[in-house]
């Protein structure tokens, strides 16, 4: 043993493996310090985002920690000074083959049509450490080949080498225990309980990190070897958590998602929304060619067609209307790249700014982009204190929500929430503030000043407020304070969110804000300049007018119309061209009455999309975009951080990058985009975007950069315009009371109706439906029995849909979920008000 | 096919109040629901889970680790006869051939009418009384053939009905604890201090910070 003396180890702690002597962390387990330090000790059951069981056996090797050489599990033993470990000795190697031995004992010699072989850590390890050859004569032990555990993820009991990473996934990580080990000894199984399956966001991961072919998914099983795959990295692009992954392909096909393990976003994980959407990029219901609505509906026509028709369209938008004549939502598919030529093509070319790439369900731009920047890192490190006000994380940004979890539970994060419904992140948080509808800037107002007279702070119980004022005044003068932000409900509007940060960045102009947005590349796209008054590089239009004008061919005279202005003058007359880029407002712009008058009354509308929904076929002319995996650039998640997305297989027919089609408009238009590859793109963004200046695509490429690249919201470079800055408005009164009506909570589930969803075969059906829920005591006014359908009415129109008590929903609150089958919520919501009442009445809507 | 009773939703309710957490409590509360109903029924435990608040998965999968849980029914008599070491030598084995034949069964099985359920098992703990067997976990020592026919003939007569309470049964006299001795939780409305699972889940550093 050497022993040296205690001043010569600072921090690190000396240790000797394989007869080199290295330095440990404090804390080190074994197995990590020595894969740090090149050497691989096989392991099964360790995995390094979840808590050491020492499950396997696997990783036993010779470790002399003072008392003389015994075999000890390195997955379970932390480094010590002066700790010897060999983990390549005889006895280590004799045990090694020993744990296999005994874990093939019941191992089927199922190799040739496992969906693992080729990448099973088990094969790998019995090839490289296990004995070679069996003893046991015996007869293995049999159990029903795959059991469906779920939905989408099928057991194969006989393969199983009882590692506990499943179970241990689900209970530790994901926080749903619906799988769990069963019975004893020999006979112990990974099972679910009868009829009550494995319905996690999460539980596809379990077959990503099943160290066998136990675990496997519905829609990879049987469709490809390992060793047929090409693997290129990407993110995905489903939520705005933007969460890294593996697109695994075949034969030009995506076959898979598996997700990378990057430190600050996802860990390795991903949802199952994201995981399984895959098969929305193969589906049959993809355009593949431009189509032109004629007498007897869509026609297939040549891109030369549709590239000239859209130019007449836009032209004589613009010679009968002017550029306010056209209106552009949508553009939160899209990559940094193409969202900027479509900028370019929009404001620079096209002269209009009625361009907005969120639908009415995302938070405004000034504050995205304007308020003091916090990454997820910064929000989940530990001992820290979030404030949190937004929509359900584990409904609409998973991954983000196993990070906060494993905040609060692991790393003694406190949450505060303010919400006017429970949600996933309720059981986590310390104080949870319920407040009513339209009123969280009341909550926080009262959270930092306390109550003001003749107020009630949005109806928060006082006794939970006293202690959470008290946690957040601790932690914002400890400087352990962030906040996270984000739309709670589609049924009311923004400007009560925004009133609420304006509270506390008045209150605390230190404190940083993790601003949430639901779509993919949302970020992306408001960087890109993809919102009213806004340019390319977190500008505002009014003072970026000269920068740009020098650059580009004009500039928009001044600001536009977001996606509800845009709408509503579309319904009023005054919008000759519409351009969908990749936006359904039928489906997801929360006043539905109004989008289908837009999309009614408008003359002209172009969609540039992947599928044929409900909007695009309303179109005149559709143009076919390529997809995520189809396209290369890079995509912006909710931090702001710019990562690469890779392209690797084929778009469908003809269909085209929307960066293409911008670029092919523009010089339809007697124009010039200037922009050649997407690389070039990014040229010009690094060259002008404010914002971005620096960020070139070596330092985008760069190995330090694999976990992207986080753009700050700091001091402009010198001689470009100021980025926007969050400028607090007056503060706002609550919205009027109504006694006779319940105030609406709309949210949205996982699974809903949403295209990418429901042309995934496997994940299309999974979408629950909704009811709405009323608290027993507004419920029993009605006087009808529970269950019934009812006739829910608001000022803009009525639906007839179930009704339930919930004794968590607040009095004079009624709560939904939207965009899910059975009926069109958001008919119920006037994009104009600014909260949703509705009154319930027996019967139902004719 | 049932979950708790009313009454035993009370008894179950007592006893979580005993323990510093609810699902401390899930063992004696799969024994209440044996009692109920002579096997622990798949509603009873998603019934437990809700009372303790944990998944069906996790009450099933203690409750299949313990051999004294059954899933399925069992006779109203459960009757273990041992074939270890020491019965063997004094004729456990034989006693079993004699049980089969005696009831009509082979181990593992339950008479049609339900009464008997016969099983092998492994050393009860009565070694030095051997030829041993238990009935509900009753024990009956040094039997012989004859011992168990009467026994048989007696369990059928309901003339052991005082000493045998049916399957399930544990302990007639139920266990009490007085109020100012249970540990107690008190409800989460009033819990203002950290939550339990921050306890649960004390994080590495923590538990060092509080040696420290
Ligand atoms: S199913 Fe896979 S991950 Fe789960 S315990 Fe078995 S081997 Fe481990
Ligand atoms: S959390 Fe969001 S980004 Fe991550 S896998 Fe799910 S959908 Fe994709
Ligand atoms: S990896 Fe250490 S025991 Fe399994
Ligand atoms: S061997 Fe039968 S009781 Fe011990």
């Known amino acids: 043993m050497s022993d040296?003396?205690?001043?010569?180890?600072?921090?690190?702690?000396?240790?000797?493996?394989?007869?080199?002597?290295?330095?440990?962390?404090?804390?080190?387990?074994?197995?990590?310090?020595?894969?740090?330090?090149?050497?691989?000790?096989?392991?099964?059951?360790?995995?390094?985002?979840?808590?050491?069981?020492?499950?396997?056996?696997?990783?036993?090797?010779?470790?002399?920690?003072?008392?003389?050489?015994?075999?000890?599990?390195?997955?379970?033993?932390?480094?010590?000074?002066?700790?010897?470990?060999?983990?390549?000795?005889?006895?280590?190697?004799?045990a090694q083959e020993g744990v296999l031995e005994f874990?093939?004992?019941?191992?089927?010699?199922?190799?040739?049509?496992?969906?693992?072989?080729?990448?099973?850590?088990?094969?790998?390890?019995?090839?490289?450490?296990?004995?070679?050859?069996?003893?046991?004569?015996?007869?293995?032990?049999?159990?029903?080949?795959?059991?469906?555990?779920?939905?989408?993820?099928?057991?194969?009991?006989?393969?199983?080498?009882?590692?506990?990473?499943?179970?241990?996934?689900?209970?530790?990580?994901?926080?749903?225990?619906l799988i769990h080990f069963m019975h004893r000894g020999n006979n112990t199984e990974v099972n679910v309980f009868p009829d009550e399956p494995f319905a996690s966001y999460f539980s596809g991961n379990t077959a990503q990190i099943c160290p066998v072919g136990a675990l496997t998914t519905t829609t990879y099983r049987f469709r490809a070897r390992p060793w047929d795959l090409e693997v290129t990295e990407s993110t995905c692009q489903t939520c705005g958590v933007g969460c890294r992954l593996a697109i695994d392909s075949s034969r030009d096909q995506v076959l898979r998602y598996e997700g990378v393990d990057i430190d600050p976003v996802n860990w390795g994980w991903l949802c199952d929304k994201g995981r399984f959407n895959f098969q929305a990029i193969q589906s049959e219901d993809r355009l593949r060619n431009p189509l032109l609505k004629g007498p007897n509906g869509f026609e297939v026509i040549t891109w030369g067609q549709a590239m000239r028709r859209a130019a007449d369209m836009l032209s004589e938008a613009l010679s009968s209307t002017g550029p306010d004549g056209i209106g552009i939502v949508g553009g939160a598919r899209l990559t940094n790249e193409s969202a900027y030529a479509w900028a370019k093509l929009a404001k620079g070319v096209l002269g209009t700014d009625n361009v907005d790439a969120r639908l009415g369900d995302e938070l405004p731009h000034e504050l995205v982009l304007g308020v003091p920047k916090a990454t997820i890192d910064e929000v989940c490190r530990p001992g820290g204190t979030i404030l949190y006000f937004g929509p359900d994380p584990k409904e609409e940004l998973p991954v983000l929500y196993l990070r906060l979890r494993h905040a609060v539970i692991q790393d003694s994060?406190?949450?505060?929430?303010?919400?006017?419904?429970?949600?996933?992140?309720?059981?986590?948080?310390?104080?949870?503030?319920?407040?009513?509808?339209?009123?969280?800037?009341?909550?926080?107002?009262?959270?930092?000043?306390?109550?003001?007279?003749?107020?009630?702070?949005?109806?928060?119980?006082?006794?939970?407020?006293?202690?959470?004022?008290?946690?957040?005044?601790?932690?914002?003068?400890?400087?352990?304070?962030?906040?996270?932000?984000?739309?709670?409900?589609?049924?009311?509007?923004s400007d009560w969110v925004t009133d609420a940060v304006a509270t506390l960045v008045r209150a605390f102009p230190e404190v940083k804000f993790l601003t949430l947005l639901r779509r993919g590349n949302v970020h992306g796209a408001l960087d890109m300049g993809l919102a009213p008054g806004l340019l390319p590089g977190r500008v505002a239009l009014d003072q970026a007018r000269d920068w740009y004008g020098a650059a580009w061919p004009t500039v928009p005279a001044g600001p536009g119309l977001d996606t509800a202005g845009i709408l509503q003058a579309a319904a009023d007359g005054k919008i000759n061209t519409l351009v969908l880029l990749g936006a359904d407002p039928l489906t997801d712009f929360p006043d539905r009455q109004l989008a289908a008058q837009a999309l009614q009354k408008v003359p002209q509308i172009i969609a540039v999309d992947l599928f044929l929904n409900q909007s695009v076929q309303a179109a005149d002319l559709v143009l076919a975009a390529a997809g995520f995996s189809e396209v290369e650039g890079t995509a912006t998640n909710l931090e702001g951080r710019v990562s690469v997305l890779n392209q690797k297989v084929t778009p469908p027919g003809t269909a085209r990058s929307d960066w293409i089609i911008a670029a092919e408009l523009a010089r339809r238009l007697d124009s010039d985009l200037g922009l050649e590859s997407a690389d070039d793109?990014?040229?010009?963004?690094?060259?002008?975007?404010?914002?971005?200046?620096?960020?070139?695509?070596?330092?985008?490429?760069?190995?330090?950069?694999?976990?992207?690249?986080?753009?700050?919201?700091?001091?402009?470079?010198?001689?470009?315009?100021?980025?926007?800055?969050?400028?607090?408005?007056?503060?706002?009164?609550?919205?009027?009371?109504?006694?006779?009506?319940?105030?609406?909570?709309?949210?949205?589930?996982?699974?809903?109706?949403?295209?990418?969803?429901?042309?995934?075969?496997?994940?299309?059906?999974?979408?629950?439906?909704?009811?709405?829920?009323?608290?027993?005591y507004d419920f029993e006014r009605l006087g009808v029995p529970e269950g019934r359908v009812l006739k829910v009415k608001s000022v803009r129109g009525a639906i007839s849909v179930e009704v339930v008590t919930d004794p968590d929903v607040l009095r004079g609150t009624a709560a939904i979920h939207v965009n899910q089958p059975g009926a069109l919520v958001t008919d119920l919501i006037d994009a104009r008000l600014r909260v949703t009442d509705i009154r319930i009445e027996v019967g139902e809507v004719a | 096919m049932s979950r708790l009773s009313t009454e035993n939703v009370e008894v179950a309710r007592e006893i979580i109040a005993r323990y510093p957490r609810p699902k401390s409590a899930l063992i004696p509360l799969l024994h209440l629901a044996q009692e109920q109903d002579g096997y622990?029924?798949?509603?009873?435990?998603?019934?437990?889970?809700?009372?303790?608040?944990?998944?069906?998965?996790?009450?099933?999968?203690?409750?299949?680790?313990?051999?004294?849980?059954?899933?399925?029914?069992?006779?109203?008599?459960?009757?273990?006869?041992?074939?270890?070491?020491?019965?063997?030598?004094?004729?456990?084995?034989?006693?079993?051939?004699?049980?089969?034949?005696?009831?009509?069964?082979?181990?593992?099985?339950?008479?049609?009418?339900?009464?008997?359920t016969l099983e092998e098992v492994e050393c009860i703990a009565a070694c030095t009384e051997a030829p041993s067997l238990q009935v509900n976990y009753r024990y009956f020592h040094k039997v012989t053939h004859d011992d168990f026919d009467r026994l048989v003939d007696d369990l059928r007569a309901g003339r052991l009905d005082d000493e045998i309470p049916p399957h399930g049964t544990l302990a007639r006299v139920r266990q009490s604890i007085p109020s100012d001795r249970r540990a107690g939780i008190a409800p989460p409305e009033q819990v203002t201090s950290e939550p339990v699972w921050l306890r649960n889940f004390e994080s590495p550093s923590r538990a060092q910070g509080a040696a420290e």
């Open chain 1, 4 to 94: 040296l003396p205690p001043e010569q180890v600072p921090d690190g702690v000396p240790i000797t493996i394989n007869g080199k002597e290295l330095v440990a962390e404090k804390g080190e387990l074994i197995i990590d310090a020595a894969e740090r330090h090149g050497v691989y000790i096989p392991r099964f059951c360790y995995h390094p985002r979840m808590r050491p069981v020492g499950m396997c056996r696997m990783c036993i090797c010779e470790v002399d920690t003072g008392r003389g050489p015994a075999l000890l599990p390195t997955c379970m033993l932390e480094c010590t000074p002066g700790m010897v470990v060999n983990t390549e000795s005889p006895v280590t190697a004799k």
């Open chain 2, 40 to 116: 622990v029924t798949s509603e009873a435990m998603a019934h437990i889970a809700e009372l303790v608040g944990c998944t069906p998965a996790e009450v099933l999968g203690t409750c299949s680790f313990y051999e004294m849980f059954k899933l399925h029914p069992v006779g109203r008599y459960l009757v273990n006869i041992c074939t270890n070491i020491s019965c063997m030598l004094c004729g456990g084995e034989e006693l079993l051939e004699h049980a089969e034949k005696r009831l009509g069964i082979k181990a593992g099985n339950t008479t049609e009418d339900g009464l008997f």
């Open chain 1, 413 to 493: 994060a406190t949450l505060i929430e303010v919400s006017p419904v429970r949600t996933g992140l309720t059981p986590l948080a310390r104080h949870f503030l319920q407040h009513r509808p339209g009123e969280v800037h009341e909550a926080v107002r009262a959270l930092i000043h306390g109550i003001p007279q003749g107020r009630d702070g949005g109806g928060v119980d006082p006794a939970q407020l006293g202690l959470a004022r008290a946690a957040v005044e601790q932690a914002a003068a400890s400087g352990s304070l962030t906040v996270v932000v984000g739309r709670q409900s589609i049924a009311e509007s």
């Open chain 1, 103 to 177: 874990l093939l004992i019941n191992h089927p010699l199922d190799c040739p049509v496992c969906d693992k072989g080729g990448e099973c850590p088990l094969q790998d390890q019995t090839f490289a450490y296990g004995p070679g050859e069996s003893r046991y004569i015996e007869e293995k032990r049999h159990k029903e080949k795959p059991i469906a555990i779920s939905d989408l993820v099928l057991l194969d009991r006989e393969r199983c080498i009882l590692c506990d990473r499943c179970t241990r996934f689900a209970k530790e990580v994901a926080g749903d225990p």
């Open chain 1, 681 to 776: 793109i990014w040229g010009e963004i690094e060259q002008l975007a404010p914002s971005h200046h620096g960020v070139t695509l070596d330092a985008l490429f760069a190995p330090e950069a694999a976990d992207g690249i986080v753009i700050s919201t700091g001091e402009p470079a010198p001689g470009r315009p100021p980025t926007v800055r969050f400028e607090p408005g007056s503060p706002l009164d609550p919205p009027a009371p109504d006694a006779y009506s319940l105030r609406l909570v709309a949210n949205r589930k996982l699974y809903d109706l949403g295209t990418f969803t429901q042309a995934s075969p496997a994940l299309a059906n999974l979408a629950p439906g909704t009811k709405l829920r009323v608290n027993p």
